[in-house]
T-cell receptor, first 113, second 115 residues
Framework: AQSVTQPDIHITVSEGASLELRCNYS??????LFWYVQSPGQGLQLLLK??????LVQGIKGFEAEFKRSQSSFNLRKPSVHWSDAAEYFC???????????FGAGTILRVKS | GAVVSQHPSRVICKSGTSVKIECRSL??????MFWYRQFPKQSLMLMAT?????????EQGVEKDKFLINHASLTLSTLTVTSAHPEDSSFYIC???????????FGEGSRLTVL
């Protein structure tokens, strides 16, 4: 069965500092991987996705993620965090047709000035 | 970009009543929509897949008679929580697959509180 683990429930970083949010997955085949962001009371917005090809994926808002098959990881990174990045971030793995997504528990990002 | 809208965004109801939540794809047609449930401080759990013109497919453990899904048109799916109880209080989010890229677009969610 597919599963996604986001080890960090909360992360606090200073504005301008770099960020890395961890995501580990369990999936029998080549996974489809996603990162979503959710602001309070809002739906989810797709930041980036990995289906195949280059393992370093660029997304919106300056985010990137790297797929590492050997570590079953898909960590999200940003070189310099802005206060507007404060939100909850979800990693997800999808089935082969991409229809069903299994989400991690989420990581809440706080940005301090 | 594609937009998915949910209504209402917040609803409070009495125990035993039924509540309907709408999910609309505003600028594209969606033959398939998905309904998720999110408990406080937890992740999203897929409840069911809504298929236009046919019965919804429910995930294991989700009561189909409690959570009625109707996908009557290519732009509208509804989730009705029947005989709601306080434990049904949750954040319900729908998503729809966009045309072309097939990207999933999520609604803004509907927060249900059952008193």
């Amino acid at each position: 069965a597919q599963s996604v683990t986001q080890p960090d429930i909360h992360i606090t970083v200073s504005e301008g500092a770099s960020l890395e949010l961890r995501c580990n997955y369990s999936y029998g085949a080549t996974p489809y991987l996603f990162w979503y962001v959710q602001s309070p009371g809002q739906g989810l917005q797709l930041l980036l996705k990995y289906f195949s090809g280059d393992t370093l994926v660029q997304g919106i808002k300056g985010f990137e993620a790297e797929f590492k098959r050997s570590q079953s990881s898909f960590n999200l990174r940003k070189p310099s965090v802005h206060w507007s990045d404060a939100a909850e971030y979800f990693c997800a793995v999808g089935s082969g047709d991409g229809n069903k997504l299994v989400f991690g528990a989420g990581t809440i990002l706080r940005v301090k000035s | 970009g594609a937009v998915v809208s949910q209504h209402p965004s917040r609803v409070i109801c009495k125990s035993g009543t039924s509540v309907k939540i709408e999910c609309r794809s505003l600028d594209f047609q969606a033959t398939t929509m998905f309904w998720y449930r999110q408990f406080p401080k937890q992740s999203l759990m897929l409840m069911a897949t809504s298929n236009e013109g046919s019965k919804a497919t429910y995930e294991q453990g989700v009561e189909k008679d409690k959570f009625l899904i109707n996908h009557a048109s290519l732009t509208l799916s509804t989730l009705t929580v029947t005989s709601a109880h306080p434990e049904d209080s949750s954040f319900y989010i729908c998503s729809a697959r966009g045309e072309g890229t097939g990207e999933l677009f999520f609604g803004e969610g509907s927060r249900l509180t059952v008193l």
